[in-house]
């Protein structure tokens, strides 16, 4: 179940990533590959911990928080079904 719903928000989060939001492409880029990381690790199909796939997307709240409320809110939610598969 955490699973489909971590894919579900990964795919929430491309949506908003292709609707052109106002992000330098060095975010663009930094954001698409937190997304792909995450994605190898689900088709992995493990439940070991990757500290590294839940700090980068820990920080990329950080990062966007303040101005891309929304993008933040689909990052949150991508970081808690991580720690609940026990990523």
């Known amino acids: 179940m955490p699973a489909r719903e971590l894919q579900e ?3 929430s989060l491309r ?3 292709d609707r ?3 992000l330098s ?3 663009l880029a930094a954001l698409h590959e937190e997304a792909r990381q ?3 690790q689900l088709k992995l199909e493990e ?3 990757d500290n590294n796939l839940v700090d980068g ?3 990329a709240i950080e990062r966007f928080e303040a101005d891309h409320p929304d993008l933040t809110a689909t990052l949150r939610s991508i970081a808690n079904s991580l720690h609940s598969m026990g990523i």
Request: aromatic share 0%; net charge negative.
């Open 47 to 49: 439940a070991t911990p």
């Open 57 to 59: 997307v820990n920080l």
């Open 25 to 27: 492409e060095e975010e």
């Open 9 to 11: 928000r990964l795919n």
């Open 15 to 17: 949506e908003q990533l």
């Open 20 to 22: 052109n939001v106002p």
């Open 38 to 40: 995450i994605e190898a």
